[in-house]
């Protein structure tokens, strides 16, 4: 069971939030609070492992994230805002947010993003991976300790798709067996590709193959697709 706290100034906002939330078995909501000062006392009050959090909503701000790692260093931030710039997305990967989602994002996305942070790994929605390279900022370079001191994390919803890529299915073929949506195994093929510094397809059937994830015999006698 995975233990989540919602956090956003707007009551239609938590109230959507937790609704969709509560359709799954293994998250629990632990409780919502309407601002920054709320939070933090619900930090103190329960032991949470993720935190959903629009740090840019009225009665937050940046630096709620770093309060909240000095309370608890242990629990993950998912930032799910609206619009923002690149460098405010940046800014808040260095105070120590661990994914980021938009409020646009379908439902499959969130949970996901809450699912994987959760589990070790990080997760960025497609609109926020676009937004930063379309300002030409390299997540990889950012002063953030996990980037560059732990090694990349694949979680095991990757890894499945890393495995059916190989295999040949396309997107709309493994959302198909997977029970997501196409565009959530987008996101998942670009998270992938980042976390593993390629640009195609091709690089990630390598990867699979040299992490014995499918037999490199498959590929004896078909060229690989780019």
């Known amino acids: 069971m995975k233990r989540v706290i919602i956090a956003d100034s707007n009551m239609l906002i938590r109230t959507g939030l937790h609704s969709i939330l509560r359709q799954f078995d293994d998250l629990e909501v632990l409780g919502e609070a309407s601002s920054e000062v709320q939070l933090l006392q619900m930090m103190d009050s329960f032991q949470t492992d993720v935190t959903l959090v629009d740090f840019a909503s009225k009665g937050f701000s940046i630096d709620v994230v770093s309060k909240i790692l000095r309370k608890n260093p242990q629990v993950k931030i998912v930032a799910i805002t609206g619009e923002q710039s690149g460098i405010t997305i940046v800014n808040a990967l260095r105070a120590g947010v661990t994914s980021y989602i938009k409020k646009d994002c379908d439902v499959h996305e969130?949970?996901?993003s809450i699912?994987?942070?959760?589990?070790?790994?990080?997760?960025?929605?497609?609109?926020?991976?676009?937004?930063?390279?379309?300002?030409?900022?390299?997540?990889n370079d950012l002063d953030i300790q996990e980037l560059n001191c732990e090694p990349v994390v694949i979680s095991e919803r990757e890894i499945e798709i890393i495995t059916m890529i190989a295999e040949g299915y396309t997107n709309n073929e493994i959302a198909e067996k997977l029970f997501l949506s196409p565009h959530t195994v987008n996101t998942h093929r670009k998270n992938i590709m980042q976390k593993l510094g390629v640009n195609n397809t091709a690089a990630i059937v390598m990867y699979a193959v040299k992490a014995q994830l499918v037999s490199p015999n498959k590929f004896l006698f078909s060229p690989l697709s780019t």
């Open 110 to 112: 969130i949970v996901e």
């Open 115 to 139: 699912r994987e942070t959760a589990s070790g790994g990080r997760f960025f929605c497609g609109q926020i991976l676009e937004t930063i390279r379309q300002e030409s900022i390299d997540v």
